[in-house]
């Protein structure tokens, strides 16, 4: 079956520009996450949903950024007025269900560049 | 500060010896350790977890090891085998919804093992 997609995979964008990312979760998982990763970092937490519930956003690190996630299904990262530091890998994950055991499941990421 | 911390960036290993990946964490509250793999342009897959309840989870080729006490774990890959040359990382979670969230990841900086022929 398919798995978590992203797009685009790379993107390069000049500072100050708007960007949105995308993601496409398994079928059927109700709860997806968002990180980043920059150079030589680990995996930083963004922001999760839960179903229908309000979504976390304590890990996202400026009002610059902002998620959504349409019919509990696809979600759209948004970073406007794009700085250098934002140059990451971002990384979507899905699970069946928080909190479990379980296992989450990455897409292949979005590699952004900020020129 | 890192709650989670691999402090080896790299490890190279030679095809069927044992690979030990470490991996440190500071928060009490964490209850559940995973392991995840990355190849280069891939997301990260799942390799292995571990309940706090446990000491030991062994799947085939791979076991990994808690020691609560001294907040530490460790992954042994046995034998290990080039294919097996990826980024390893460590990551924690609080079930108990520490922080305000429920089953996010707390992830190490990972450890790039390479497996030599």
């Known amino acids: 079956g398919a798995g978590v997609s992203q797009s685009p995979s790379n993107k390069v964008t000049e500072k100050g520009k708007d960007v949105e990312l995308r993601c496409d979760p398994i079928?059927?998982?109700?709860?997806l996450y968002w990180y980043r990763q920059s150079l030589g970092q680990g995996l930083e937490f963004l922001i999760y949903?839960?179903?229908?519930?309000?979504?976390?956003k304590s890990g996202l690190p400026s009002d610059r950024f902002s998620a959504e996630r349409t019919g509990g299904s696809v979600s759209t990262l948004t970073i406007q007025r794009t700085q250098q530091e934002d140059s990451a890998v971002y990384l979507c994950?899905?699970?069946?269900?928080?909190?479990?055991?379980?296992?989450?499941?990455f897409g292949p990421g979005t590699r952004l560049t900020v020129t | 500060d890192q709650q989670v911390k691999q402090n080896s960036p790299s490890l190279s290993v030679q095809e069927g010896r044992i690979s030990i990946l470490n991996c440190d964490y500071t928060?009490?509250?964490?209850?559940?350790f995973l392991w995840y793999k990355k190849y280069p342009a891939e997301g990260p897959t799942f390799l292995i977890s571990?309940?706090?309840?446990?000491d030991k989870n062994e799947d085939g080729r791979f076991t990994v090891f808690l020691n609560k006490s001294a907040k530490h774990l460790s992954l042994h890959i046995v034998p290990s085998q080039p294919g097996d040359s990826a980024v390893y990382f460590c990551?924690?979670?609080?079930?108990?919804?520490?922080?305000?969230?429920?089953?996010?990841?707390?992830f190490g900086k990972g450890t790039k093992l390479s497996v030599k022929p």
């Open positions: 994950a899905s699970s069946l269900a928080p909190g479990t055991a379980y296992e989450q499941y």
């Open positions: 079928s059927g998982h109700t709860a």
């Open positions: 949903f839960q179903g229908n519930s309000a979504p976390d």
């Open positions: 928060n009490s509250m964490f209850d559940y």
């Open positions: 571990i309940s706090s309840i446990k």
């Open positions: 990551a924690a979670r609080n079930t108990l919804n520490y922080g305000g969230s429920q089953g996010n990841l707390i």
